[in-house]
């Protein structure tokens, strides 16, 4: 049991920019891409129709079709199509920095925000919407069923924003910093065509899966014990 995976597309890419304000300001930001692309899709090789060919177990004997995936509990072996099915996905982020920092002799002082933005999609099919045929001590035992053809989207929103600060006094420097972070997901209305054993299912959006809101403070002192 094995299968063609390839990548049609995948990338990062990014771009940063700094400048300089002031002999105190220093401004910074960028941008980040990422996108993937990936199959996994049955061997040709395999039968293009159930019925066409027989497959036998090692050690049981066990006749299996292999235009189906089979899985031989007894041994563990696996047989016939690949167990994952037919994938497609593609997925892509976007990031975002910007910060600006000032700058003296004993002080500085930092505040920047990241926000990344992504989406996910996903197409599942399997043969005769059969995950597999289980086989225990030579014979047929059991068979696993799948809802497909199956269509999933999925978004995400990704927000920090903080602020960070160092005092040098002498030989003690104190830092302090606040940051607060958001993130949410959220999956539109997604429709998947009629499968063997279900119509089409329309499953509604769905917001906040998560919803996540954190404020996280952090404080430092440093004392330099030699000068």
Do not use: C
């Not at 177990?57 to 066990?62: D, E």
């Amino acid at each position: 049991s094995a299968a063609i995976e390839d990548m049609p597309q995948s990338y990062n890419a990014s771009v940063k920019w700094t400048g300089t304000l002031s002999n105190r300001l220093l401004a910074e930001a960028g941008l980040g891409l990422y996108t993937q692309q990936y199959r996994e899709i049955y061997e040709p090789e395999l039968p293009t129709s159930p019925g066409l060919a027989v497959g036998v177990f090692p050690t049981t004997n066990a006749r299996y079709d292999p235009y189906y995936t089979s899985l031989d509990q007894t041994t563990g072996f696996y047989r016939g199509a690949w167990r994952a099915g037919n994938i497609f996905h593609i997925s892509g982020v976007r990031n975002y920095v910007t910060s600006l920092s000032y700058v003296t002799g004993a002080q500085s002082l930092k505040v920047g925000m990241q926000y990344q933005d992504g989406i996910s999609r996903q197409s599942d099919l399997y043969r005769g919407d059969i995950d597999q045929i289980q086989f225990l001590n030579g014979a047929p035992r059991a068979v696993v069923l799948r809802a497909t053809p199956r269509y999933a989207v999925e978004n995400i929103a990704d927000v920090g924003v903080y602020v960070d600060e160092r005092w040098t006094l002498k030989r003690v420097t104190l830092s302090g910093g606040l940051r607060f972070d958001y993130f949410n997901g959220s999956t539109p209305d997604q429709y998947s065509e009629a499968g063997t054993w279900i119509g089409a299912p329309l499953t509604p959006a769905v917001e906040n899966i998560p919803n996540w809101k954190d404020i996280n403070p952090r404080f430092g002192v440093a004392w330099d014990l030699f000068g």
